[in-house]
């Protein structure tokens, strides 16, 4: 029997230990009525090597198209040894350290991936993870309102340069609570906040304004000061990020005269593949300040009884565990094995190895957008600093574009046109360093050749 | 493992030294002035083997499924089959972009729909959305519908969840994250729901309960059937935990017994990862009224194609709980699980840890451990209570679980649930041998011993660990949570 080393002699004798005449008794609590007859829906058992065939017909199936894909997921190098060392038994195998004797690897893993994102974000904490960079957004919203007593209104302020679908993830997940939203338009050619929508909410309550930086559309926002606006104006700041950006970019805790209060995003640009979406984990950090305030398993060094260092869960009183009904969060379970990836992976590049790799990535994106914009009737934009995105408008409806540069396959970006109905036949595009200048080059042709309408 | 001592990364670290080999060289960012970072983050400079190094060191710091029998009671700490990893590691899988088209997606489609088909079959619901990205944010998905459910009748004053003692904290902290009131009734002495209790709980503002079959105490509701009916009288909808489905799985169906949204643990039944806690996943099921509300997106088949269903599809869905769509490589590895055990192997995952449990609970009774609930079959977990032992020996709980990993056996769940005094909650599951079970039973009998010789002994435990019993109040007093941030360093 798969994965079951019960012999027929083993059964027979745990029965007669048990005083059950079958295996069947052991079920003798379930309403006759209830029991299940058949799963007549449910394949035939497959061996392994079947399925491993199944599998790779269906992973040939969709197959490797180049990707020109970003808006918040991104396709880098990831160092063998980040994996080999993830999938481990010991890390992939292991659960939640409420042991902590018997997870200290987990737990000094956890303490030093805390310490890391603290520095990179230029914060003082951080938690061990959250779900993904949306749901961190939602979490952090609500954290905001506990933590900014001041503030009677529970209004999160949100340009729509904020990437969309976190908005709408913030949206869900706080919907039962009261929070509301007041979302600010971008300035048409810039792309970036328009700041006078900003000044016009001057005196109202505000509880906490977000930024992400780079924004959606891969524009840079004047951080600095839409920081100091929002605390001149008694609100909390919350950062969005993509953690690589910040190997090149101030860290949200020198935003302004007083840095952010909590930042948030997604980890997955740290030694994650892009995985079809997940799992991905979420990050936070924060002020120490608001420590109380955060959602999801803290961890922190402490002594034994002998004195001797060692990691342990803290400041679990947070947590829905204890606190049940009133816990900051539901979160349990977290994203613990993309941590341990991301930990492995930064130590592995350090700080030089990620500002290569975001700056190679810039250059690269860079280059696509030149290639790109020498086509006819292919534009840029937005102006001003851009990080590894663009958002470029062609000549035509960018869904039949991408239809035939898949059929060619080239993933080439994002249609915008769902997401902002007012931007004409926009398309978001990305590079990383894992495209080469032929990779560009090929890019360049096909969509060349598919606004041209050859086949 | 009690002599590897590894310290922090960042004293292997020495400035100007790296692992080149790992990134571009040559291209520099033109950043301007304005948004340059000044100083380089504090991460590490070290070596690739230095990294390595450190980092197996550490993972061989850790008890795990695949070192250690692992009997964590309501976490389903199964064997993770290989397979399932490598299948859903596949550089097609890995590479494949979320917002791909689905033109160039129908392999990874074809996989998540038949995963959805299998989890309505074998939960006998009517729909599943994949999306939820753990049990909590399952069960928070769960109660978001039962809200719009209402709601959407108009039905407004409905807005108390009724949860059992016995339940884990994540159902009233989600029933909290949804704007609910929590009301919580009592077990009978027996483990059963207090019938009288929720008929006195049920009422026109009840938007629903969330209950565990088999309940956290280790036993099935018996009147599952009878508290479906009251709660649907009374105009409330059930909600299944589906922490404990592995108990379950082939033998009976929640859809069948009267709830209508369940969440799955695929990382429990379906023996995907822990991961050193995570990722998980929370697929959600729905019976027929609350088929609009699933989150999306959900994948749906037109003709021989699948595509994405979202907002166009299910107008009144509660919405996106992910940024794309959920945890999509845990989702491939429950699914070459589902296919591998395939209709034959389903009930037996029930069945063996059914047996597992019930043999172990049968030993730990005759060695004269006292059972929490002594006349019941046991789940797929059962609990024992350790308050003799507490009151006669001074030897509690903890004190069992900690010598339980000198003798290299993981603790079972201590102090949960709440309401039975001093209790291990043991869950061996179905892959462990019986030889594994009985050296537990032994080893439970050995640290009885200990306790009634010498006490302190057991009290002083672990001792063969890379650490001793840790000062957690001076963890949550003397905060230290990043390398660097205490003076004392």
Known sequence: ?455 | MSNIREPLIFKHSRSGRSAVGQYPQGASAEVPEKFRRRKRAALPEVSELQAVRHFTRLSQLNFSIDTHFYPLGSCTMKYNPRACNAFAMLPEFLGRHPLAPSSVSQGFLTCLYELQEMLKEVTGMKGVSLTPMAGAQGEFAGVAMIRAYHRARNDLQRTEIIVPDAAHGTNPATATMCGCTVVEIPSLPNGDIDIEALKGALGPKTAGIMLTNPSTLGVFERRIQEVAKLVHEAGGLLYYDGANLNAILGKVRPGDMGFDVIHMNLHKTFSTPHGGGGPGSGAVGVGQRLLPFLPIPTVGKDGDQYRWLDENDLPQTIGRLSAFMGNAGVLLRAYVYMRMLGRQGMHRVAEFSALNANYLLARLKKAGFEAAYPERRASHEFIITMKRQAKELGVNAMDFAKRLLDYGFHAPTTYFPLLVPECLLIEPTETEAKEELDAFVEALIAIQAEAEQDAAKVKGAPYTLPVRRLDDVRAAKQLDLTYGMRSSE
Not at chain 1, 326 to 347: E, P, R
Request: include cysteine.
């Open chain 1, 1 to 455: 029997m798969p994965f079951i080393p019960h012999t027929e002699s083993e059964i027979s004798e745990m029965l007669a230990a048990i005083g059950a005449p079958s295996i069947d008794a052991l079920f003798d609590e379930i309403p006759a009525a209830l029991r299940t007859k058949a799963l007549a829906g449910i394949p035939d058992a497959l061996s392994e090597m079947e399925v491993g065939r199944l599998m790779q017909e269906r992973a040939q199936q969709d197959g490797r198209p180049l990707n020109f894909l970003g808006a918040g997921a991104y396709e880098h190098h990831i160092p063998a040894a980040v994996w080999a060392i993830v999938t481990r038994g010991e890390f992939y195998s292991a659960y939640t350290p409420y042991q902590a004797e018997a997870s200290q690897g987990t737990l000094q893993l956890l303490y030093e991936y805390q310490t890391m994102m603290s520095s990179l974000t230029g914060m003082e904490v951080s938690n061990a993870s959250l779900y993904d960079g949306a749901s961190a957004l939602a979490e952090a919203c609500l954290m905001a309102v506990r933590a900014h007593r001041k503030s009677k209104s529970a209004r999160i302020v949100v340009p729509t340069t904020v990437n969309p679908t976190y908005l709408s993830v913030a949206r869900a997940v706080v919907e039962g609570q009261n929070l509301s939203f007041t979302v600010l338009p971008y300035e048409a050619g810039k792309g970036t906040l328009q700041f006078s929508q900003l000044e016009a909410l001057k005196g109202e309550d505000i509880t906490a304004v977000v930024v992400q930086q780079p924004n959606f559309f891969g524009q840079m926002e004047d951080v600095d000061a839409i920081t100091d606006w929002a605390h001149a104006n008694n609100a909390l700041v919350i950062a969005v990020v993509n953690p690589l950006s910040l190997a090149l970019f101030k860290p949200p805790g020198e935003w302004g005269a007083k840095g952010v209060d909590i930042v948030v995003g997604d980890g997955q640009p740290l030694g994650v593949p892009l995985s079809s979406g997940g799992p991905y984990f979420g990050f936070m950090t924060t002020r120490m300040e608001h420590v109380r305030q955060m959602p999801g398993r803290i961890i922190g060094r402490t002594v034994d009884l002998d004195g001797k260092q060692g990691f342990t869960l803290t400041l679990q009183a947070r947590e829905q565990h204890i606190r049940r009904s009133k816990a900051t969060s539901n979160i349990c379970t977290n994203q613990g094995l993309l941590v341990t990836a991301a930990t492995i992976h930064m130590s592995l590049l350090g700080a030089a190895g990620l500002e290569a790799v975001a700056a190679t990535s810039q250059g690269q994106a860079n280059k696509l957008v030149d290639k790109l914009t020498r086509i006819p009737g292919v534009k840029v934009v937005f102006d001003g600093y851009r990080f590894h995105e663009a958002v470029l408008q062609l000549p035509t409806r960018v869904g039949d574009v991408l239809d035939a540069l898949a059929k060619r396959n080239i993933v080439g970006g994002l249609d915008l046109s769902k997401l902002y109905p007012e931007l004409d036949n926009a398309l978001l595009v990305c590079a990383t360093e894992m495209r080469t200048d032929a990779d560009l080059d090929a890019y360049a042709l096909a969509l060349a050749d598919v606004l041209e309408r050859k086949p």
